[in-house]
């Protein structure tokens, strides 16, 4: 780029001289240039207008769901039927499956998943970390739905040998799944929180005679507690969360139960199960789902706000 | 500390125990990490094996039907391309300038805090709530319909953390040297945004792209809630017509499916006949989004290794 250009005249053109013209070619550069800025910040104030309109939608048509059915209602009722005509809205219902399936996906992540993050933390070279690191990647960014066939049409019937009673659709076999879906997320969270303990305190540990495994379990886990922490938390709004591999392995019928080993629909499969159903625009099943929606993002924002204040937190700590 | 060490031997002993738990350590990190790979290889080879009699050319070039044999994907993978193109043309433009907005041009004020707040906290929002926000705001307060733009659209918003982070991390390695040598020649902020960080972030901002793009493309649950349906037999209108202007966008507003809810709907059904075709349209997805990924993992590879500012 030659000078003139730069000024902003084309190559070869009178410059301007006088005062008046040099003003005025100012005057439509800076307009230019707020114009632009102004554009720049229309899209990136997109991600507010979408939360707002996120929490616009589930409130708008919640607030009419409880004129229908009272807080109270929905809060403790132990029955889950909204397209009978006895229709009934125990959220409790639902909540008893989001609860268990996410229970049985945290007990296979957080073992695999923070085994990992030690292993890749403070075992591996960097030549099997460069290896590993991606392959876990790769794990996450398979499609939830993919996941779903595994669960019903490859796990369960594996289980079936192991648990002969055991019904096609059960909530551990989705658990599982959904656990090992969320390995990548839990162990590259706590490595990272791992990898941020200074390495003098883990020179101070060597020093001692420790070995590696004392080092990581005595020094370094300690130290990383609250970004383990919240690996395990932003997990847990993942797996609550999830919808695919439960609507696909665990059933749609709402069960209140805490036993895996039974089918129950959850939260995010019962707005599937609507969804595929033709639900007038307006009734009161069509607003259940948004009531159902409301409490999911609840929740998750709950988690998610515990989760990244954690994660905040272990970056102050050295 | 209830009794110490004292013999030579005991130490030696109590050394070998420490040294043999580390061994035993690295044999379970590894374990670990194989469960995970071998879940991934099980979980293609399984579909790969079940699905193999049905990866035919005719699997692409034919509809869905009610007998499991001469069922096919055109209609999911024709409504994947379309959905894509939609969420892509919205998401990148959008994704890019936010980023570029908050890191060169973002003041230090509230506004800007509540707008990291904001996508923070969007990339933790469970894709099935964005489903609610489309059937709610697209679908019948904008009135856009049960349709392709809607489907996009609500892709494109669930990706845009994904682009905006990917767009800002690329922009934070490029040093303020760069900056200060386009002002020192009378650069204004724009011509130094469009000339130099844009271009020179342009890998790392692909990378971001692709990585969305590779989630956006499995994604099932929030085109389930806007009302995708699961039985289509017929296209979207071509964009291309004979017709002055040659380009039509009835495309946009039509009904259509993409390829996760095929393999939904066929997963779903109980005839096994059709998990087979679940199976196949499962291997396609996968071998999809697994590309794209590699894609990512070889730029960011590449892009680490070629530039040393």
């Given at each position: 780029m030659d000078a003139a250009s730069v000024l902003g005249a084309p190559v070869g053109a009178r410059l301007p001289t006088m005062v008046s013209e040099r003003l005025a070619k100012k005057f439509s550069r800076n307009l230019k240039e707020r114009a632009i800025e102004a554009a720049l910040f229309f899209a990136a104030f997109v991600s507010v207008l979408t939360?707002v309109?996120?929490?616009?939608?589930?409130?708008?048509?919640?607030?009419?769901?409880?004129?229908?059915?009272?807080?109270?209602?929905?809060?403790?009722?132990?029955?889950?039927?909204?397209?009978?005509?006895?229709?009934?809205?125990?959220?409790?219902?639902?909540?008893?499956?989001?609860?268990?399936?996410?229970?049985?996906?945290?007990?296979?992540?957080?073992?695999?998943?923070?085994?990992?993050?030690?292993?890749?933390?403070?075992?591996?070279?960097?030549?099997?970390?460069?290896?590993?690191?991606?392959?876990?990647?790769?794990?996450?960014?398979?499609?939830?739905?993919?996941?779903?066939?595994?669960?019903?049409?490859?796990?369960?019937?594996?289980?079936?040998?192991?648990?002969?009673?055991?019904?096609?659709?059960?909530?551990?076999?989705?658990?599982?799944?959904?656990?090992?879906?969320?390995?990548?997320?839990?162990?590259?969270?706590?490595?990272?929180?791992?990898?941020?303990?200074?390495?003098?305190?883990?020179?101070?540990?060597?020093?001692?005679?420790?070995?590696?495994?004392?080092?990581?379990?005595?020094?370094?886990?300690?130290?990383?507690?609250?970004?383990?922490?919240?690996?395990?938390?932003?997990?847990?709004?993942?797996?609550?969360?999830?919808?695919?591999?439960?609507?696909?392995?665990?059933?749609?019928?709402?069960?209140?139960?805490?036993?895996?080993?039974?089918?129950?629909?959850?939260?995010?499969?019962?707005?599937?199960?609507?969804?595929?159903?033709?639900?007038?625009?307006?009734?009161?099943?069509?607003?259940?789902?948004?009531?159902?929606?409301?409490?999911?993002?609840?929740?998750?924002?709950?988690?998610?706000?515990?989760?990244?204040?954690?994660?905040?937190?272990?970056?102050?700590?050295? | 500390?209830?009794?110490?060490?004292?013999?030579?031997?005991?130490?030696?002993?109590?050394?070998?125990?420490?040294?043999?738990?580390?061994?035993?350590?690295?044999?379970?990190?590894?374990?670990?990490?194989?469960?995970?790979?071998?879940?991934?290889?099980?979980?293609?080879?399984?579909?790969?094996?079940?699905?193999?009699?049905?990866?035919?050319?005719?699997?692409?070039?034919?509809?869905?039907?009610?007998?499991?044999?001469?069922?096919?994907?055109?209609?999911?993978?024709?409504?994947?391309?379309?959905?894509?193109?939609?969420?892509a043309a919205v998401a990148v433009p959008l994704g890019v300038a936010a980023g570029v907005y908050l890191e060169e041009y973002a003041p230090k004020n509230w506004v800007t805090d509540l707008i990291e707040?904001n996508i923070?906290?969007?990339?933790?929002?469970?894709?099935?709530?964005?489903?609610?926000?489309?059937?709610?705001?697209?679908?019948?307060?904008?009135?856009?319909?049960?349709?392709?733009?809607?489907?996009?659209l609500?892709?494109a918003?669930?990706?845009l953390?994904?682009v905006i982070?990917a767009t800002r991390e690329a922009i934070r390695s490029i040093p303020g040297m760069i900056r200060e040598g386009a002002y020192a020649v009378g650069a204004t902020k724009w011509q130094t945004t469009k000339d130099h960080i844009i271009p020179y972030s342009l890998p790392g901002i692909l990378?971001g792209v692709?990585?969305?793009?590779?989630?956006?493309?499995?994604?099932?649950?929030?085109?389930?809630?806007?009302?995708?349906?699961?039985?289509?037999?017929?296209?979207?209108?071509?964009?291309?017509?004979?017709?002055?202007p040659?380009l039509?966008f009835?495309?946009?507003?039509?009904?259509?499916?993409?390829?996760?809810?095929?393999?939904?709907?066929?997963?779903?059904?109980?005839?096994?006949?059709?998990?087979?075709?679940?199976?196949?349209?499962?291997?396609?997805?996968?071998?999809?989004?697994?590309?794209?990924?590699?894609?990512?993992?070889?730029?960011?590879?590449?892009?680490?290794?070629?530039?040393?500012w």
């Amino acid at each position: 780029m030659d000078a003139a250009s730069v000024l902003g005249a084309p190559v070869g053109a009178r410059l301007p001289t006088m005062v008046s013209e040099r003003l005025a070619k100012k005057f439509s550069r800076n307009l230019k240039e707020r114009a632009i800025e102004a554009a720049l910040f229309f899209a990136a104030f997109v991600s507010v207008l979408t939360t707002v309109g996120i929490v616009y939608v589930l409130v708008k048509e919640s607030v009419l769901f409880f004129t229908h059915v009272p807080l109270w209602q929905f809060l403790t009722d132990t029955q889950w039927t909204p397209l009978f005509d006895d229709a009934h809205f125990g959220i409790m219902v639902l909540l008893s499956g989001t609860i268990t399936s996410s229970v049985v996906a945290l007990l296979v992540a957080v073992p695999l998943g923070t085994t990992i993050a030690i292993y890749l933390s403070e075992f591996a070279t960097p030549r099997a970390r460069e290896f590993a690191k991606p392959i876990l990647e790769l794990l996450a960014g398979v499609p939830t739905i993919v996941y779903g066939y595994f669960a019903l049409l490859f796990v369960t019937p594996i289980l079936q040998t192991l648990i002969p009673s055991l019904p096609g659709f059960n909530l551990l076999s989705a658990g599982i799944v959904m656990g090992i879906m969320i390995v990548p997320l839990v162990a590259s969270i706590s490595e990272d929180a791992m990898r941020a303990v200074p390495m003098s305190l883990r020179e101070g540990s060597f020093a001692m005679g420790a070995t590696r495994l004392q080092t990581a379990v005595n020094v370094v886990v300690p130290a990383a507690t609250s970004g383990i922490a919240a690996a395990y938390i932003l997990g847990i709004s993942r797996a609550v969360g999830e919808t695919m591999i439960l609507a696909v392995a665990a059933g749609m019928q709402p069960n209140l139960t805490f036993n895996p080993l039974e089918p129950a629909a959850t939260i995010t499969a019962f707005i599937v199960q609507v969804a595929l159903g033709d639900l007038p625009h307006g009734s009161v099943g069509y607003q259940t789902i948004f009531a159902a929606g409301l409490t999911l993002f609840l929740l998750t924002l709950v988690f998610n706000l515990i989760g990244l204040w954690m994660r905040k937190r272990f970056r102050e700590v050295y | 500390m209830s009794y110490v060490a004292q013999t030579p031997e005991e130490i030696r002993g109590l050394i070998a125990k420490a040294k043999r738990r580390d061994v035993i350590f690295v044999v379970i990190g590894i374990i670990a990490l194989g469960i995970g790979l071998l879940t991934f290889v099980t979980l293609f080879v399984d579909m790969l094996i079940d699905g193999w009699a049905r990866l035919r050319p005719e699997f692409f070039t034919q509809f869905p039907s009610r007998r499991a044999g001469q069922a096919g994907i055109l209609s999911a993978w024709v409504g994947t391309m379309l959905v894509m193109f939609v969420t892509a043309a919205v998401a990148v433009p959008l994704g890019v300038a936010a980023g570029v907005y908050l890191e060169e041009y973002a003041p230090k004020n509230w506004v800007t805090d509540l707008i990291e707040i904001n996508i923070t906290n969007l990339a933790g929002v469970p894709s099935i709530v964005y489903g609610l926000l489309a059937l709610g705001l697209f679908v019948y307060a904008f009135g856009l319909g049960q349709s392709v733009q809607t489907a996009g659209l609500t892709l494109a918003l669930l990706i845009l953390p994904v682009v905006i982070v990917a767009t800002r991390e690329a922009i934070r390695s490029i040093p303020g040297m760069i900056r200060e040598g386009a002002y020192a020649v009378g650069a204004t902020k724009w011509q130094t945004t469009k000339d130099h960080i844009i271009p020179y972030s342009l890998p790392g901002i692909l990378t971001g792209v692709i990585i969305g793009m590779s989630r956006a493309i499995g994604e099932t649950a929030p085109i389930i809630t806007i009302g995708a349906l699961t039985f289509i037999a017929f296209l979207p209108p071509s964009p291309v017509t004979t017709d002055f202007p040659f380009l039509s966008f009835e495309w946009l507003k039509a009904p259509f499916t993409v390829m996760p809810i095929q393999m939904f709907n066929w997963t779903s059904r109980p005839d096994e006949a059709f998990h087979a075709n679940a199976a196949a349209a499962g291997t396609i997805l996968v071998f999809m989004t697994l590309a794209m990924n590699g894609l990512a993992i070889w730029l960011r590879y590449r892009l680490r290794k070629n530039i040393k500012w």
